[in-house]
T-cell receptor
Framework: DQQVKQNSPSLSVQEGRISILNCDYTNSMFDYFLWYKKYPAEGPTFLISISSIKDKNEDGRFTVFLNKSAKHLSLHIVPSQPGDSAVYFCAASANNAGNMLTFGGGTRLMVKP | EAQVTQNPRYLITVTGKKLTVTCSQNMNHEYMSWYRQDPGLGLRQIYYSMNVEVTDKGDVPEGYKVSRKEKRNFPLILESPSPNQTSLYFC??????????????FGSGTRLTVV
């Protein structure tokens, strides 16, 4: 059973609007969460992360929100740009598992000009 | 340039013919790992290595072998490939074992097709 789930395989957004990508997890031992972005023919690249002691982390246009009680996190991109079009993976790690990453299935974001 | 290099980028092979996918990193990272990416399943870990001569199974190790004889290299070996191993493979490295919060550096991927 997948411990990290991204229930939306794809998302289409107009340029300049907000993109919201969602991720749910089941393992309560996860204490660190990351988002990776992947362009075609390239490997995933680290985007932003958040520790379980926080509920929000912001880096420029990207903000990650964590709701521990709901075991839910989301990535907000404001404003969305065509260059943001990519597959986004949510990942989680647990300190007691050596901080190995467990990935979600990914969400393909398409930002239309 | 700091990077993880995988070869080949694309490979088509036949069932049962042994193959090796190479992975090399130039960042002196201790931790290296192999993932496969399949539609809807995200990235699933195959094997990982915490340091030279230290390897362990990930979530989907069946049909794969690895070795870590030197710090920079972590090849993935398919002794007898089967069609269900058709996938996109990624090698990743991280500075230290237990330091996922630093993020992983991924290679560009190897698309393998087994017919």
């Amino acid at each position: 059973d997948q411990q990290v789930k991204q229930n939306s395989p794809s998302l289409s957004v107009q340029e300049g609007r907000i993109s919201i990508l969602n991720c749910d997890y089941t393992n309560s031992m996860f204490d660190y969460f990351l988002w990776y972005k992947k362009y075609p023919a390239e490997g995933p690249t680290f985007l932003i992360s958040i520790s379980s002691i926080k509920d929000k982390n912001e880096d420029g246009r990207f903000t990650v929100f964590l709701n521990k009680s709901a075991k839910h996190l989301s990535l907000h991109i404001v404003p969305s740009q065509p260059g943001d079009s990519a597959v986004y993976f949510c990942a989680a790690s647990a300190n007691n598992a050596g901080n190995m990453l467990t990935f979600g299935g990914g969400t393909r974001l398409m930002v239309k000009p | 340039e700091a990077q993880v290099t995988q070869n080949p980028r694309y490979l088509i092979t036949v069932t049962g013919k042994k193959l090796t996918v190479t992975c090399s990193q130039n960042m002196n990272h201790e931790y290296m790992s192999w993932y496969r990416q399949d539609p809807g399943l995200g990235l699933r870990q195959i094997y990982y290595s915490m340091n030279v001569e230290v390897t362990d199974k990930g979530d989907v190790p069946e049909g794969y072998k690895v070795s870590r004889k030197e710090k920079r290299n972590f090849p993935l070996i398919l002794e007898s490939p089967s069609p269900n191993q058709t996938s996109l493979y990624f090698c990743a490295s991280s500075l230290l074992w237990g330091q996922a919060n630093y993020g992983y550096t991924f290679g560009s991927g190897t698309r393998l097709t087994v017919v």
